[in-house]
């Protein structure tokens, strides 16, 4: 089994450039191109039991998050996961159902494993305890959580914006009737998305926003729709990718075409190639990149634990479709 001394004579370097290329640091490029060579052609293979021994770190971070078989969830691990393994550390991956008792478990089962940082994706909604991660003496990345304590950095993700730029496109593209279908206002996501498009609706007082609040399910989106085209919206925004389902299962049963009946915008997590044809606006939020981030935010705090902590990094949504649904406004004479 190749050591790192082969490594560093096959590269023609110091033993210590080859240690300091295997700990993330910055080497010059020549260097670090002929190390990555020689790592390659030798096969070398690292003894992260030996280094962790060595650092005082285990080469883990731990995951604490609410939905995993969701495809918003899935995605997120997939870009943490893809971090931590191009540096050299596993992932230790812990759901939760939204039990307070059975959460502060779960953060204890991954201390307890001594891994070198924790992210966690949950809110002071599902666990009033969050104050106690300051007390943990690890760096922590807590996900769409703004009410932390200045020892924990966090990722937001900025959906105040991308909903109150839909709905001002809507008032400013003529529709005095605009229905919203929110989710339930304890969770702070639904409390954004909702606070948006009410942020929007006040620059065109010629304009109403006409809402419903659901409860994430397509029952209650195909409810909402029913309700809202009642009251005669012409242009509908849905909070949640499942409650749109049912809203599209609404709109096939009462014969609204989408484009030429109502304009139609809502969150999605399909990739593009896998979205709909139809002209609507749909909002997306960039998954894999909110784990990359984390992952990568996390892990210079891991190498470098002098940087100061409570850092907050704001992740913009994806927008698609607002020409699409401009150029059907015109085609409408609206």
């Known amino acids: 089994m190749s050591s790192i001394r082969d490594v560093a004579q096959l590269a023609g370097v110091a033993v210590g450039t ?7 640091q910055q080497l010059k490029e020549e260097n670090r191109e002929k190390i990555e060579a020689a790592i390659k052609t030798l096969d070398y293979k690292e003894n992260i039991i030996a280094k962790g021994l060595k ?3 285990s080469f883990s971070i731990g995951l604490l998050i ?3 078989s969701s495809r918003f969830g899935s995605e997120v691990i997939t870009g943490i996961e893809k971090v931590a393994e191009e540096n050299g550390y596993s992932l230790l991956l812990s759901g939760f159902t939204g039990e307070q ?3 502060s478990r779960k953060v204890d089962h991954l201390t307890k494993h001594a891994v070198d940082g924790l992210i966690v994706f949950l809110s002071e909604e599902e666990w009033s305890g969050i104050e106690e991660l300051g007390e943990i003496e690890i760096p922590i990345v807590a996900l769409n959580c703004p009410k932390t304590v200045n020892t924990i950095d966090s990722i937001l993700i900025d959906d105040r914006k991308s909903v109150e730029t839909v709905i001002r496109h809507y008032a400013a593209s003529g529709h005095q009737k605009i229905g919203f279908i929110a989710a339930s206002q304890t969770d702070y ?3 954004e998305r909702l606070a ?3 942020n929007a609706i006040q620059a065109y007082p010629q304009s109403q926003l006409e809402v419903f609040t659901g409860d994430y399910s397509r029952r209650s989106g195909f409810a909402g729709a029913k309700e809202l085209l009642e009251k005669g919206v012409t242009a509908l925004f849905v909070s949640n ?4 389902i049912g809203v599209l299962e609404c709109f096939n049963q009462e014969g609204v075409r989408i484009g030429q009946d109502i304009a139609f915008s809502h969150y999605d997590y399909l990739d593009k190639n896998s979205r709909s044809n139809l002209p609507q606006i749909t909002i997306t939020p960039p998954t894999e990149k909110i784990g990359e981030c984390a992952a990568d935010l996390l892990l210079k705090r891991i190498k470098n634990q002098e940087i100061s902590a409570g850092k907050v990094i704001v992740i913009e949504n994806e927008i698609d479709g607002i020409n699409v649904e ?3 406004n015109e085609e409408r004479g609206e």
């Open 18 to 24: 080859v240690s300091r290329y295997l700990n993330g």
């Open 101 to 103: 008792e059975l959460i």
């Open 241 to 244: 990718y499942n409650m749109s």
């Open 66 to 68: 609410n939905g995993i």
């Open 196 to 198: 948006g498009a009410r």
């Open 55 to 57: 650092n005082n770190r």
């Open 189 to 191: 996501a639904a409390r």
């Open 326 to 328: 401009k150029k059907t």
